[in-house]
């Protein structure tokens, strides 16, 4: 079963972080117990998105080796209706933590990689976490790699913009193939209106050009934009298509339905 979800992409601005919270929140509404990583040390999104500016503790302690997980979760749970859990462990957005992060050599990236994979036992086995989703940096950065290693299921996000396609088909190649990781493909900003009618051209045309499976087609909503990331979609729109996309991915990857 897929319990930790990585979200990549090879460019930036794919709707990695977009559809990490969208996807936890998926989860958790449904009753889950999940918590969203931002692993994007680069450019640390998540506090601001979930409204968490005032943390005094932050992922990069943990991963520093500073403090325990459960000091670094913020609950998030009264954002959300249901009876589900919603926890954040969120990157620091402060220029010297950047800075830091940026400058960390590969030997305390390994480190870094242990501390990650111990979540397993920490929050998955201990704690009954149902799934945790890490939200990463574009490209090949250590931090993403790792996020990779450590995750039982990548969603791989996508436009139709030519440098970002031929990236990621490259990045799949090379990358992926490495680590023999479950993926799933999502294409995101889809101008076309009629695409996600025709999802199953769609899909045979993803495993010719990826050699991976398609785990869905985003339109490009005007109303995400318009939202200017003020929004939790999946909570504050339940009537929005984007709403019943995120449900349609999240139940493939919990039903283990992408081949
Ligand atoms: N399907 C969509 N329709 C409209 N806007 C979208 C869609 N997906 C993402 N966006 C918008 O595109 C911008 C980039 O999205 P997001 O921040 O989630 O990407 P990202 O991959 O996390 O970027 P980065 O690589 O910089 O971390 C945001 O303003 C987001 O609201
Ligand atoms: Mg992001």
Redesign the pocket.
């Known amino acids: 079963m897929s319990k930790i979800i990585a979200v990549h ?1 090879y ?10 919270v969208n996807l936890a929140a998926t989860f958790a509404k449904a009753g889950k117990k999940v918590c969203v990583f931002d692993l ?1 040390f680069r ?1 640390p ?1 998540l506090f601001a998105i979930l409204k968490a500016e005032n943390s005094e503790f932050w992922l990069n302690d943990y991963l520093n080796n500073v403090y325990d997980i459960n000091k670094v979760l913020v609950d998030l749970s009264s954002r959300l209706t249901g009876e589900g859990k919603f926890y954040a462990a969120l990157a620091n957005p402060g220029t010297e933590a950047i800075r830091d992060m940026s400058s960390k050599d590969r030997k305390w990236e390994m480190r870094a990689l242990g501390r990650l994979l111990s979540l397993r036992e920490t929050l998955l086995r201990d704690q009954k976490f149902d799934y945790i989703v890490f ?1 990463t ?2 490209g090949l950065q250590y931090s993403s790699i790792n996020a990779i290693v450590a995750a039982d299921f990548v969603v791989v ?1 996508t436009t139709g913009d030519r440098s970002d396609v031929d990236g990621t088909k490259r990045m799949l190649n090379e990358l992926y193939n490495l680590f023999e990781k479950k993926t799933g493909l999502v294409l ?3 101008l076309d209106p009629t695409a996600t009618a025709k999802k199953a051209e769609w899909s045979a045309k993803i495993k010719t050009n990826y050699h991976v499976p398609l785990l869905g087609i ?8 318009r ?3 003020n929004l939790i979609f999946v909570q504050d729109k339940p009537d929005h298509p ?1 709403t019943k996309i995120m449900g349609e991915m999240a139940r493939k990857i919990e039903n283990n339905e992408v081949n």
């Open positions: 992409s460019k930036g601005g794919t709707g990695k972080t977009l559809m990490s994007d450019a999104s939200d940096s574009p996000a995101n900003k889809v985003l339109p490009c909503f005007c109303e995400i934009l939202a200017e990331g984007f």
